[in-house]
C-alpha cells in the first residue's frame, strides 16, 4: 500500500510518498519540502496570499520530485491524499485542488485529510504507537490535548484560551526582535541565558481542567523588556531563557492534568505522544520526558522534521483511512476552520 501525501495549508509546500511495512509502521519513501519562511520572514509571520501564490508556483514541480524520489510513477500509488484543512484557506485550495486532479487522471482514491489528524497519527508512522493515547499538539496555530483513541475518533482534553504555544514563541520573538519562526530562534537565545533572572507567571498552574494560556506570560515579557529597555543581548538571552524556562512548567503541569483527565474519559493511555512544530524544543521534550517517566509512560516524540508541517504525515493519515475505507468523493470541500 502507498499512498501520496500533499501539504499546503500553512507556508510549508509538501509532497509525500508513504508505504506500510510489516509491522504496521510507516515507510516513508519520500517526502520533499519546499520552505516559504524567506518570503515571510519580512512581515514576521505568514502572509496568507503570498502563501497561496508561492504553492502554486511549486506545488506541481514537488509532487513530481515526490514520486521520482520514491521511484515510483501515479500507477504505482493506491491513494492520494491531501490537507483540506484547517489552515489558510488560498493555500488549502492549491493543496487540495492538486490532489483531486491527480486522484481523477490516475483514477485513484482520494482521501481530504485534517491537518491536525495527521498530526495526531504521525506517531503511529515513526513508532507505531497503539490506541489510545495522549496527545499534546503543539504548533503555531494549534495547542490541543486529546485522547486518540482510533482514527477519526478523538476526545479534546483540553485547548488554549488564547495563544498557542508555537504562536506565543513567534510573538515574543518578535517583541524582542528576533527573526520568524520564533521558536527555534528562542530556543538558542535561551540556550546561553539565565532562566532564573525574571520572575514570569506560570498561568493556570495547578488548574484540574487540562487547558493552556499563554498570552498573560507573553504579557509579562514585554513588560520586562520595556522596564529594562534598551535591550542588550544578555537582556534577550536572559527574558528567552525565563520565558522558554516558565513554558516548560506550563506544559509539564497541564500536560499532568490531562493526563488525569485521559484517564477519567479514556482509560490508560498507551504513551504520551508529543507533536506539531513546538515538539522541536528541547527544553520542553526533556520537561515531558521527566513527567512521562513519572506517570510510568513512553513518551514518543517523532524526529523534529515530522513534527513540523511535512507531506508523509499527510500520506501517512490518508493510508490509515484508506484501510478503513474511508475516502471521500472530489467535491471534499476546502476548510479554513475543522476541529477534531
Ligand atoms: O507544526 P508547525 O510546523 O506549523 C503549524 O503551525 O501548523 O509549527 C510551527 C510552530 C511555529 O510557531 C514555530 O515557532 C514553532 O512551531 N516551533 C518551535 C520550535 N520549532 C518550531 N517552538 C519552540 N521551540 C522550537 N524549537
Ligand atoms: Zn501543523
Redesign the pocket.
Known amino acids: 500500500m502507498r499512498v501520496l501525501g500533499i501539504e499546503t495549508?500553512?507556508d510549508?509546500t509538501a509532497a509525500a510518498v508513504v508505504g506500510l511495512a510489516g509491522d504496521g509502521r510507516g515507510v516513508i519513501l519520500s517526502n520533499e519540502i519546499l520552505s516559504q519562511i524567506t518570503e515571510h520572514a519580512a512581515y514576521g509571520g505568514v502572509v496568507p496570499e503570498i502563501a497561496a501564490r508561492a504553492h502554486v508556483e511549486v506545488i506541481d514541480r514537488l509532487v513530481a520530485r515526490a514520486l521520482k524520489a520514491a521511484d515510483v510513477t501515479l500507477k504505482d500509488i493506491d491513494a492520494v491524499a491531501a490537507a483540506a484543512g484547517p489552515g489558510l484557506i488560498g493555500g488549502v485550495i492549491v493543496g487540495l485542488t492538486t490532489g483531486k486532479a491527480l486522484a481523477l487522471v490516475s483514477g485513484k482514491p482520494f482521501i481530504a485529510v485534517n491537518?491536525l489528524e495527521a498530526?495526531a497519527l504521525t506517531a503511529r508512522m515513526t513508532d507505531g504507537v497503539a490506541f489510545p493515547y495522549l496527545l499534546l499538539l503543539?504548533?503555531?496555530?494549534?495547542t490541543q490535548l486529546l485522547a486518540v483513541r482510533g482514527v477519526g475518533d478523538y476526545v479534546r482534553l483540553g485547548t488554549t484560551i488564547d495563544d498557542?504555544?508555537?504562536?506565543a514563541?513567534?510573538k515574543t520573538?518578535k517583541m524582542l526582535g528576533l527573526p520568524y519562526?520564533?521558536?527555534?530562534e528562542?530556543?538558542r537565545q535561551a540556550l546561553h541565558g539565565d532562566p532564573a533572572r525574571f520572575a514570569l507567571p506560570r498561568p493556570l498552574a495547578g488548574r484540574p481542567d487540562p487547558d493552556f494560556s499563554l498570552s498573560g506570560l507573553k504579557t509579562a515579557v514585554r513588560i520586562e523588556a520595556e522596564r529594562i529597555a534598551p535591550l542588550s543581548a544578555r537582556d534577550v538571552a536572559d527574558l528567552c531563557a525565563s520565558f522558554q524556562a516558565a513554558v516548560v512548567d506550563v506544559v509539564a503541569d497541564r500536560v499532568r492534568m490531562g493526563l488525569r483527565a485521559f484517564r477519567q474519559k479514556a482509560g490508560h493511555p498507551t504513551a504520551l505522544v508529543v507533536a506539531?512544530?513546538?515538539a522541536?524544543?528541547?527544553a520542553?521534550r526533556r520537561g515531558l520526558t521527566r513527567l512521562a517517566s513519572e506517570a510510568g509512560l513512553p513518551l514518543v516524540t517523532p524526529p523534529?522534521a515530522l513534527?513540523?508541517?511535512n507531506g508523509a504525515m499527510i500520506a501517512w493519515a490518508g493510508l490509515e483511512r484508506l484501510r478503513l475505507g474511508l475516502t471521500d468523493d472530489l467535491t471534499a470541500p476546502a476548510r479554513a476552520r475543522w476541529p477534531l
Open positions: 495549508t500553512c510549508e491537518h498530526h503543539a504548533s503555531g496555530g494549534h498557542a504555544i508555537g504562536e514563541f513567534d520573538a519562526p520564533g521558536g527555534p528562542v530556543e506539531g512544530g513546538v522541536a524544543n528541547q520542553i523534529p513534527c513540523t508541517d
